[in-house]
């Protein structure tokens, strides 16, 4: 058991804030969970997934929002 998220970022080598980033993910739908954490990266450039635009999913509280909003978000993607 991890006493804080000061520990945890310590722990992962990262920022209290990149955890606490992380951290929002769990207010995802569990079926977008799931497609970011299978989410293969390209060979060459630029990941097309903009994390800013994923988080701002997670002030979304309706599940099925949150799931039109990301199939517009992985239109795009797909699109770049």
């Given at each position: 058991m991890?006493?804080?998220s000061l520990t945890l970022a310590?722990?992962?080598q990262v920022s209290q804030a990149g955890i606490s980033q992380?951290?929002?993910l769990?207010?995802?739908a569990p079926d977008i969970q799931e497609a970011i954490?299978?989410?293969s990266r390209p060979e060459r450039g630029r990941d097309r997934l903009d994390m800013r635009k994923v988080l701002a999913l997670t002030?979304?509280?309706d599940w099925?929002?949150?799931r039109r909003?990301?199939?517009k978000l992985s239109e795009v993607r797909e699109r770049a």
């Open positions: 991890v006493k804080n310590r722990l992962g992380i951290l929002s769990l207010h995802l954490l299978f989410h002030k979304v509280v099925v929002q949150q909003l990301w199939r």
